[in-house]
Every structure is written in C-alpha cells, then in structure tokens.
Nanobody, 125 residues
Framework: QVQLVESGGGLVQAGGSLRLSCTAS????????MGWFRQAPGKTREFVAA????????HYLDSVKGRFTISRDNAKNTVYLQMNSLTPEDTAVYYC??????????????????WGQGTQVTVSS
C-alpha cells in the first residue's frame, strides 16, 4: 500500500506561482508513473499532469501546457508540480496519484486507486 502526502498549496494572486510536492512511501517509488489531478468546487476531479517512472516522459492537460511542469526526484521519493502564471480557473484541491502497475504510463483517462489527501490552491483575481 502506497502513502502519498502533498504539500505546497496556498493562496496566490493571479499571475503568481506555486510549487506542489508529493512524497510517497510504502513501495518502490521509482517504478511507478505519478500524476497530479485537481477538483474545483462543484466539478469532477480532472487530470492535470503525469510523469513516467524515470521522468523521461510527461504529458499535460491542454489548459496548463506551458504554465505547469511536472517533475520527480526518485532519490527523494517525491513528485513536484511547478505552477506558473496561475489564474483563478486553477483554483482547486490538487491531488497526487500513483499508478498501480509498475513501468506503465499514466494516461489522461487513468483512474488512480491511490490518492494523497489533497492540497488547496486558491488563486485570487
């Protein structure tokens, strides 16, 4: 069983930046693709970004391309989401997720079984 703990959320003005972190424990972090999802009030949880197990491949929700960057440090069992040029539409609870199958890409439509507790990101206009 994997445990995921997010941090780094907060309140920021439009145009600002935040970096989210997610630290994993409980299994070999470097074998699994990781992703970030978000859920805004009244909306369903949506895919934001994913990174493969080695960090060599990433993909993003179209609306965050060029603004958000996902990365990972396998030595620290941590995945990051650098968020720049934030807009009020980015306001949501952000969740970290892990794939359940090693060495398998996390697609946009993947439904994770393992989630962190979430971290709130609020962007004011």
């Amino acid at each position: 069983q994997v445990q995921l703990v997010e941090s780094g959320g907060g309140l920021v003005q439009a145009g600002g930046s935040l970096r989210l972190s997610c630290t994993a424990s409980g299994r070999s972090f470097s074998n699994y693709a990781m992703g970030w999802f978000r859920q805004a009030p009244g909306k369903t949880r949506e895919f934001v970004a994913a990174i493969n197990w080695s960090g060599s491949s990433t993909h993003y929700l179209d609306s965050v391309k060029g603004r958000f960057t996902i990365s990972r440090d396998n030595a620290k069992n941590t995945v990051y989401l650098q968020m720049n040029s934030l807009t009020p539409e980015d306001t949501a609870v952000y969740y970290c997720a892990s794939h359940t199958i090693p060495w398998t890409t996390m697609s946009v439509g993947y439904k994770p079984n393992y989630w962190g507790q979430g971290t709130q990101v609020t962007v004011s206009s």
